[in-house]
C-alpha cells in the first residue's frame, strides 16, 4: 500500500533505457546533507521518501469527467541511496529533510465497473501548475499533526523548488473499491486505531508529471541549475493507511503553515473517498536520469502510460 514517486533530475548526456514500466537509466547528482557545497557532498543516484500522506481537494472516488482538484502532498525523506545502497539516512547528523507539493489535476474520465471507480487524471490549463518543494529541517515532520512540511523561514527555507509543467507527460488514474467489502477504518495495519469513526474505501493508482527546477540551493545539490527539468512519477497511491498515519493537517500552498484539515475534517467525512476531499497513503523514489531528446521524452510518456497497470511495483529502498 505504497506510492513510489521517481523524481528524475534530466541532464544533458547518456541515453535513456525504456521499459515497459517506461524505466529510465539513473544518473548520479551531488548531494551534501549539510548544506555545505562541493566539499563533502555525497554522490547518490535516489532520494527516498518514507511513506507520507496525500490529499484530493475537492475529488472522490464519484468526481465526473471535467472535475478539477488540488494534490497536496507531505512526506518525510527516509534515505539517499547510491546503486540501492543507503548513504545517508534522514535524520543522521541532525540533518532532517521533508517534501511537499501541491498541484491541480483534471477528471479526464471515471468509468465505473462492479463496485469500483476508475478515475483518470489530467492536467488543468495553463503552461505550469503548482509548486514541488524540499525543505531541510531540524526535526522529522509529524504526519499525525501535518506539521514540518512547510517554509518556516531562515534555515527552514526550501532547498528546491519547482512547478509542474501541464504538457502530455501529465498523467495520473486511481482505481476506488466501493465494495461494503472493501470499506474500512480508514487506519490499519501498523497504524490501527488512529481516527476511529472514519472509515475509507480501498483503492490504488499513480501519477506522473514534468516538473522545472525554479530555485536551487547549491549548498545541498552542488551542480543542479534553475531551469532543469525532472520528472515526477508517483505509483503506490493507495487506501487504507497501513503504514504511516493519516495527516490531520496539510499546506495549502506547499509552503505556508496554515492549515488544511485532513483526516477528522469535514471535507473529508466519515468515508473517505466519498466525502468533497480524499485522502491517500503516499510512498515514494525520486531518481535521477539523464535527459532523453525530445522524441523520447514523447515515448517515455507512453511508456509510462503503457505500465500504468504495473507501476505499483515498489523501486528499491534499501
Do not use: W
Request: glycine share 14%; aromatic share 8%.
Amino acid at each position: 500500500m505504497r506510492m513510489s514517486k521517481y523524481l528524475m533530475v534530466l541532464t544533458a548526456s547518456a541515453a535513456v533505457a525504456l521499459g515497459s514500466a517506461a524505466t529510465a537509466q539513473a544518473a548520479t547528482i551531488q548531494f551534501n546533507p549539510a548544506g555545505t557545497g562541493a566539499t563533502g557532498a555525497l554522490t547518490i543516484d535516489v532520494l527516498d521518501p518514507g511513506p507520507g500522506n496525500s490529499l484530493s481537494q475537492n475529488l472522490n472516488a464519484t468526481s465526473a469527467a471535467g472535475s478539477v482538484g488540488t494534490l497536496l502532498f507531505q512526506a518525510n525523506l527516509d534515505s539517499a541511496q547510491l546503486g540501492g545502497s543507503n548513504v545517508f539516512s534522514n535524520g543522521a547528523g541532525g540533518h532532517f529533510f521533508t517534501f511537499a507539493a501541491t498541484f491541480g489535476e483534471t477528471v479526464t474520465s471515471n468509468t465505473a465497473g462492479p463496485g469500483s471507480q476508475t478515475l483518470v487524471f489530467g492536467p488543468t490549463a495553463g503552461a505550469t501548475n503548482g509548486t514541488f518543494d524540499i525543505y531541510a529541517q531540524t526535526a522529522l515532520g509529524n504526519n499525525l499533526a501535518g506539521t514540518g512540511f512547510t517554509n518556516t523561514g531562515g534555515t527552514n527555507a526550501p532547498i528546491l523548488t519547482g512547478t509542474l509543467l501541464n504538457n502530455a507527460n501529465f498523467f495520473g488514474n486511481f482505481t476506488a473499491d466501493t465494495n461494503p467489502a472493501a470499506v474500512g477504518p480508514l487506519a490499519q495495519g501498523a497504524v490501527a486505531g488512529e481516527y476511529p469513526g472514519i472509515n475509507t474505501v480501498s483503492g490504488a493508482g499513480g501519477f506522473h508529471a514534468q516538473i522545472q527546477i525554479t530555485s536551487v540551493n547549491t549548498g545541498y545539490f552542488p551542480g543542479l541549475t534553475t531551469g532543469s527539468v525532472l520528472i515526477f512519477a508517483t505509483t503506490d497511491q493507495n487506501l487504507p493507511f497501513v503504514t504511516v498515519d493519516p495527516s490531520a493537517c496539510f499546506s495549502s500552498n506547499a509552503s505556508t503553515t496554515v492549515c488544511t484539515p485532513g483526516a477528522g475534517g469535514a471535507a473529508v467525512g466519515t468515508l473517505n473517498g466519498t466525502g468533497t476531499s480524499t485522502m491517500l497513503q503516499t510512498d515514494a523514489n525520486l531518481s535521477f536520469t539523464p535527459v532523453p531528446e525530445p522524441a523520447t521524452l514523447s515515448l517515455l510518456g507512453l511508456g509510462l502510460l503503457a505500465g500504468a497497470g504495473q507501476i505499483r511495483k515498489r523501486f528499491a529502498r534499501k
